[in-house]
């Protein structure tokens, strides 16, 4: 197959955990290796974001990278993109009027509703991972959501109007529906981990005798980092990391890590708190496994991709029961989930962990085992490819509503 990757924030090529770096970012450039490497060819499409960017970057034989020109040649974060999507569109537009490609598989909402506009004068099926969802996020954060207006009624179109939604979770499958999405023009295929280089062997970073808990991910408040620095006062001489934000260097400015660090300092926990700051992706595998637990704390979570890296890597997670961690992390099984957590519950359940050698084991092992049974990139590719196949086989773009975002944007 000839596969078009539209990812307008989300480059592959980025340093992840900035504000707008993350777990897309790693899934779009997992997804198309993986299936690059099952003999197919494939074209990620991203914004150029930065002076100086080639605008063709080739990863290998039948792997490449497309920097297109919408906007500014600079970072513009992802919340303001979507007036410079109708030239992504037009870009692409002309890029497949000589080779349209047989699929497109676009992800995050603005990625959609470019590959829409530009696809659907050439029969060229959509097919739709949204990563987050605008209702969702609304939901939780209210008004402090920088989200477009437009997001919630674009996204419901591109839903309707895509030939197949693959939802990254059963959690996001019940909020599809309710914004008009069919249930059977929807399919789960949840993100992926790199069970090579996140697996219990390999190095280890340096620690101490205190037990270490980790949580990684984006400086931003709806991570749940404060949550976890509130419980280490009630987990006697843990220590925690976190890990992620701005590189180290540039910390001090960053609003988030200067909160977090009152915050470790009011709850007389800061010699116990470090934040890293980005760490490269080679040196997270070894955070990782010198954890006696990973803590996963959201506020929500489409899906959660570092407790799924944890487990790959042994480690057992503590985890909010939202999202795709519901689905993730089997409860008494790979990891703990923890229902309307407050700092009180967190912390009880990670000294009945932490004082529990036997069943961290168990969790280790059990982590492992899902981790390479289900989440492999390997398997992610052959249900991907698997989908892609049943959407060819039944036709093109669902023509009845491919004009809706449009209509959605105006």
């Avoid at 500014?72 to 974060?77: A, G, K, L, R, T």
């Avoid at 909402?109 to 470019?114: E, H, I, K, L």
């Avoid at 954060?141 to 437009?150: F, K, L, N, T, V």
């Avoid at 977090?260 to 070894?286: H, N």
């Amino acid at each position: 197959m000839n596969i078009a990757m539209v990812s307008e924030h989300a480059n592959p090529l980025a340093a992840i955990g900035g504000v707008d770096a993350g777990g897309q970012n790693v899934h779009v450039a997992e997804l198309a290796r993986a299936l690059a490497g099952r003999g197919h060819r494939v074209t990620v499409y991203t914004r150029h974001d930065a002076p100086g960017l080639a605008r063709r970057v080739r990863l290998g034989r039948r792997l490449q990278v497309v920097h297109v020109p919408a906007g500014p040649p600079s970072e513009v974060p992802k919340d303001e993109l979507l007036p410079y999507m109708p030239d992504f569109a037009e870009f692409l537009r002309s890029e497949w009027s000589a080779r349209p490609p047989d699929i497109v598989h676009a992800h995050f909402w603005m990625s959609g509703f470019a590959s829409l506009l530009a696809a659907r004068d050439r029969g060229v099926p959509v097919v739709q991972t949204f990563h987050a969802l605008g209702a969702v996020k609304r939901r939780h954060q209210r008004d402090a959501d920088p989200s477009p207006p437009e997001r919630i009624r674009i996204e419901a179109a591109v839903g309707r109007s895509a030939a197949l939604v693959l939802a990254t979770a059963a959690d996001e499958v019940d909020e599809l529906t309710q914004l008009g999405v069919p249930r059977a023009a929807v399919t789960v295929i949840p993100c992926g981990v790199d069970v090579q280089n996140f697996s219990p062997d390999g190095p280890i970073a340096p620690r101490g005798e205190r037990p270490r808990l980790v949580a990684v991910g984006r400086l931003v408040p709806r991570k749940g980092f404060d949550l976890a620095i509130e419980a280490l006062r009630a987990v006697s001489d843990a220590e925690l990391l976190i890990v992620g934000g701005p590189p180290a260097a540039e910390l001090t400015a960053d609003p988030e890590a200067a909160r977090l660090r009152a915050l470790a300092e009011r709850c007389d926990v800061a010699d116990r708190v470090t934040l890293t700051g980005r760490v490269d992706r080679t040196a997270l595998p070894p955070l990782l496994r010198s954890a006696d637990a990973v803590i996963c704390m959201p506020r929500y979570e489409p899906f959660g991709m570092t407790a799924l890296e944890a487990m790959a890597c042994g480690v057992p997670v503590v985890a909010s029961a939202v999202g795709g961690l519901t689905d993730t992390v089997v409860d008494g099984v790979s990891g703990e989930l923890v229902r309307s957590p407050t700092p009180a519950r967190l912390a009880a359940v990670l000294r009945s962990l932490l004082a529990d050698p036997f069943r961290l084991g168990a969790y280790r092992t059990s982590g492992v085992d899902r981790a390479r049974a289900r989440y492999s990139w390997a398997r992610i590719a052959l249900d991907t490819e698997a989908a892609y196949e049943r959407v060819l086989a039944g036709g093109g773009v669902g023509a009845e509503h491919v004009d809706e975002p449009v209509e959605a944007a105006r």
